[in-house]
C-alpha cells in the first residue's frame, strides 16, 4: 500500500458525460501527479500540482481540468466524454522533487 | 524532451533464472531514473531509483540496476526469479528542475516459466 488513494476504483460512463476522479496523497507529500494509462498511449503524465499551485502541465485534453485543494487532495475532471478517454488514470504523490508513489487508480470505462 | 526506451516488449524467463531487463534513455542532463512494477489490475509499485551517487542501485524484492552515463543506459537486474515476479516493469526518467514529471517507457511483460 503506497499511502495514495483513489476513488472510485471504476467508473462507467456514456460519452459526452463529466465525471471526477479524486486522489488523495500520502501524509505529507505536497506534489500531486495525474497520468494516464492506455493500450495506445501508454503511461502519460497530465498534469502536476504542488501545494494548491499548478506546476507542470503535460498532454492534457482542454476537456479535462484538475485542481489540488486547501487539504492537498486533487480532482481531475474529464467532461464531454469520449471513447477513447477509456483508461486507466493514476495519481502519484511525491515529497517535492524525489521519488513518485502511485495509487491503485481509477479505471474509467466510457460507452 | 526527454524518452525512454524499453525494447523488449516480452521477456519469458524460467524461476531461478537471472533477469536484465533493459532501458535506454535521452535527456541532456543526468536526469532521475526509476523502476516500477505493475501487477494486473494494481497501480504501480517503486522498485528502485537513482538520483546521484553509487551507479549500482538496490531496491525492494531483490532487485538492482546500474546507470552508465556512458550507454544512457538504466537496466534492471535480478539474480534468481521468483514466480512472483511476473509483472510488467516499466523505467521512467524525471527531469532534473522545476517540474517532477516522469516519462515512462513502454513497458517489459516478464513471463517466469516453473
Known amino acids: 500500500d503506497s499511502g495514495v488513494t483513489q476513488t472510485p476504483k471504476h467508473l462507467i460512463t456514456a460519452t459526452g458525460q463529466r465525471v471526477t476522479l479524486r486522489c488523495s496523497p500520502r501524509?505529507?507529500?505536497?506534489?500531486v501527479y495525474w497520468y494516464q494509462q492506455s493500450l495506445d498511449q501508454g503511461l502519460q503524465f497530465l498534469i502536476q500540482?504542488?501545494?494548491?499551485?499548478?506546476?507542470a502541465k503535460g498532454n492534457i485534453l482542454e476537456r479535462f481540468s484538475a485542481q489540488q485543494f486547501p487539504d492537498l487532495h486533487s480532482e481531475l475532471n474529464l467532461s464531454s466524454l469520449e471513447l477513447g478517454d477509456s483508461a486507466l488514470y493514476f495519481c502519484?504523490?511525491?515529497?517535492?522533487?524525489?521519488?513518485?508513489?502511485f495509487g491503485p487508480g481509477t479505471r474509467l470505462t466510457v460507452t | 524532451a526527454q524518452s525512454v526506451t524499453q525494447p523488449d516488449i516480452h521477456i519469458t524467463v524460467s524461476e531461478g533464472a537471472s533477469l536484465e531487463l533493459r532501458c535506454n534513455y535521452s535527456?541532456?542532463?543526468?536526469?532521475?531514473l526509476f523502476w516500477y512494477v505493475q501487477s494486473p489490475g494494481q497501480g504501480l509499485q517503486l522498485l528502485l531509483k537513482?538520483?546521484?551517487?553509487?551507479?549500482l542501485v538496490q531496491g525492494i524484492k531483490g532487485f538492482e540496476a546500474e546507470f552508465k552515463r556512458s550507454q544512457s543506459s538504466f537496466n534492471l537486474r535480478k539474480p534468481s526469479v521468483h514466480w512472483s515476479d511476473a509483472a510488467e516493469y516499466f523505467c521512467?526518467?524525471?527531469?532534473?528542475?522545476?517540474?517532477?514529471?516522469?516519462?515512462f517507457g513502454t513497458g517489459t511483460q516478464l513471463k517466469v516459466e516453473l
Open positions: 502519484a504523490s511525491s515529497v517535492g522533487n524525489t521519488e513518485q508513489y
Open positions: 501524509s505529507g507529500d505536497l506534489s
Open positions: 500540482y504542488y501545494n494548491g499551485e499548478e506546476r
Open positions: 535527456y541532456g542532463a543526468t536526469p532521475y
Open positions: 537513482y538520483f546521484s551517487g553509487d551507479t
Open positions: 521512467a526518467v524525471g527531469l532534473t528542475g522545476g517540474g517532477n514529471k516522469l516519462t
